[in-house]
């Protein structure tokens, strides 16, 4: 079983920064596995933003968050984190952590089976 929580959405201007954090809580045969962040805006599908493998650290990104973005983890805290600078208002949407079944870095919906709740960002 794995539980996943997110903190630090709120509102930001643009060219503002945000940082959101996802507290894990899986056992050790899950902790293998990548972790990523995905959002959707309204009337939009998800899409996978960023994602970070555990086990090599190797990283993945969406190309509409190069450079803004980062993604890094505290694997003894089990707790990954997402740095966003230089917001717009199209990063504006709700944001979620996922928990991966594969250990290499993924934004592919499909891999992931956990989900958060979602913290939300709003970029005005």
């Known amino acids: 079983h794995v539980q996943l929580v997110e903190s630090g959405g709120g509102s930001a201007r643009a060219g503002g920064s945000l940082r959101l954090s996802c507290v894990a809580a899986r056992t050790t045969t899950y902790r293998r596995n990548s972790m990523g962040w995905f959002r959707q805006a309204p009337g939009k599908e998800r899409e996978g933003v960023a994602s970070?493998?555990?086990?090599?650290?190797?990283?993945s990104y969406a190309d509409s968050v190069k450079g803004r973005i980062t993604i890094s983890q505290d694997k003894a805290l089990d707790t990954v984190y997402l740095q966003m600078n230089s917001l717009n208002p199209e990063d504006s949407a709700m944001y979620y952590c996922?928990?991966?079944?594969?250990?290499?870095?993924?934004?592919?919906?499909?891999?992931?089976?956990?989900w958060g709740q979602g913290t939300q960002v709003t970029v005005s």
């Open positions: 996922a928990a991966s079944i594969i250990p290499w870095a993924t934004i592919r919906l499909s891999d992931y089976r956990y």
């Open positions: 970070i493998s555990p086990g090599t650290g190797s990283t």
